[in-house]
């Protein structure tokens, strides 16, 4: 097949290119598409064989669902029933944006979709390109992040042109994404709203419209429980760059120190380091260094994580170490992803 790519001005949309788009959705074609969070390759959530194509273009298995994204806030009604309170109160504070519902699902919404399952996940993402999108392709764009299972998820359509080239019909480049890091999922289809992935709408954000929500504690426990996560896919190794990741915990210096050393003693192994901007030049040794941003700026070090992972493997690293980014409100979202990429690699010095 071969992938067409189009340019959208996220600022000046060109609307006959995203109802061209939005044909090959309706026709049971891909089209990768912008969000704020990470791009997104999508189908019709509604048609059972372009999820089964979705799932053979991504190389992922057919238990992990897709999230619908919608662009009209009555569309949720016509995918999910058993919809709480609780639930309409965080759309009307986080919705259009990067928060995905899960609730139980209709009929109309094919098991190939939600990986079998009897619910389905719901995002009203604001990204002007990706809203419009939605509507010209039907209202109901199913879309994992668009890249090969197992990769970094993409933050720009280049990410997705290496992933997806050839597999797709059309990547829609709006440039690079605002956030970063995919949505917060939140589960209502049980009696109690359960938070199965950490995201830009913190668990404080969650807490501050609908009160105590209780954790996954198969993803946000301090051990591995041996207990299976609620969303299928956060048990999958992901994000991983082809170089070994550890990230490396502890006071700063001791932490250069530790870095350094393993520079010096590699060998001919290729390393790479990703820190943040005030600590580049310390390790002016290594094959490749990462600029995270400011050590203050989490909003920076979130949206630079997954494009520095794929820049390590451009560069060829064997051995990569990150320092840690606990940072106040995005902290857990983004180590959340940094520990799967390190496959829970972590060295405390
Ligand atoms: O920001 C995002 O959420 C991006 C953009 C494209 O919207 N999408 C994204 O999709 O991250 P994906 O497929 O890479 O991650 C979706 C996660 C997976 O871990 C999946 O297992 C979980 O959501 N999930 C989807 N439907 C579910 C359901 N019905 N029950 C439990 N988990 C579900
Ligand atoms: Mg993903």
Redesign the pocket.
Known sequence: MVTRCIRIDKDNIDESMLRMAGEVIKDGGLVAFP?E?????GGDGLNSASSEKIYAAKG?PSD????V?IADMNDLEKIAYDIPELAYKLAEKYWPG?L?M?FK?KDIVPYET??G?D???V?F?SHPVAREFIKCAGGFVA?????LSGRP?PTSADHVREDLDGRVDIIIDSGMCDIG???T?I?F?EEEPML??P?FVSDRMLEDVIGNVTKDPAVFGDTVTGVAP?????KYRHYAPKGMLTIVEGNPEDVSKYILEQIKTCGDKRIGVITCSDKTAVYSDAAFVGDIGNRGDEYTIASRMFDLLRQCDENEVDIIFSEEFNTPQLGQAIMNRLIKAAGHTVIKV
Do not use: C, F, Q, W
């Open positions: 969000t969070t990470v791009y997104g390759l992922r992990n669902p897709l999230i994204h990067p995905t899960i699902k939600t990986g399952l619910t389905v996940a995002r993402p879309a994992p992040s668009a890249n998820s890091l995919e949505s999922i589960d289809s199965l992935r995201g609620k969303a299928p896919g956060m």
